[in-house]
């Protein structure tokens, strides 16, 4: 009888460990737009990666956004590469819309910082500033799913990654850093290795800005 009140609760734990463990998944969006039309269809392509690294197909994610009392649910269809999805919806007012995507594996999701809905024939907003861009894109991005930025916290930080709250890097380094994770003298990134998102050179440098926003480098 002891043998079983003591080894029944840790046996218990085991499906729960293994879906924290297994469950943790990271969005990444490919290209973020920088404002939407109102009554336009629009589409977000995003990929959903199982510890931020590897790939997850045939996962069912879902995207819905808000704004005010308003909500729409997109229509999501696999992409052309593995782990990849494609999110296609209407927004029915202009507005600034809060868009969050469930990656379909365990509680994992990102949400996206606001984004600018326009009406049709409307002026188009004045572009963000690098340092603001780069704070979108770090969430866009999935980097808040595996690091903790104090001026890009939207609720889904985690520290597999080391913190990058207060951090500065040397802008040739870090530029070279986010164009190729794998290179030789990269920083230490904790226990996972960062994948490679395929970052355009204007998404590298507002992250950069993002970053180094106070331009003191510390690495």
């Known amino acids: 009888m002891r043998k079983r009140f003591f080894f029944l609760p840790a046996l218990l734990l085991l499906p729960v460990l293994r879906t924290s463990v297994g469950g943790w998944a990271v969005v ?4 973020l737009p920088d404002h939407l039309v109102a009554r336009q269809p629009a589409s977000l392509t995003f990929m959903v990666r199982q510890h931020g690294v590897t790939p997850l197909k045939g996962v069912h994610p879902t995207l819905e956004a808000r704004a005010g009392g308003k909500f729409v649910e997109a229509t999501v269809t696999p ?4 782990g990849e999805y494609v999110a296609r919806y209407t927004l029915p007012a202009a507005g600034d819309w809060t868009v969050t995507v469930y990656s379909g594996w365990g509680n994992s999701k990102l949400t996206l910082l606001p984004i600018r809905a326009i009406e049709p024939g409307s002026d188009v907003p004045v572009a963000l500033a690098a340092a603001e861009l780069g704070r979108h894109l770090f969430v866009a991005k999935g980097c808040v799913g595996c690091h903790v930025r104090a001026e890009a916290n939207v609720g889904e930080g985690a520290e597999f990654g080391p913190s990058l709250t207060g951090k500065r890097y040397a802008t040739d380094y870090i530029q070279r850093f986010l164009a190729n994770p794998a290179m030789p003298d990269r920083p230490k990134t904790g226990k996972f290795v ?3 998102l395929g970052l355009r050179q204007a998404e590298i ?4 800005a993002f970053l180094n926003v106070d331009a003191r480098a510390t690495y």
């Open 79 to 82: 992409g052309k590469a593995d």
């Open 205 to 208: 440098a507002a992250l950069v």
């Open 194 to 196: 960062m994948p490679n």
């Open 28 to 31: 990444t969006v490919d290209q």
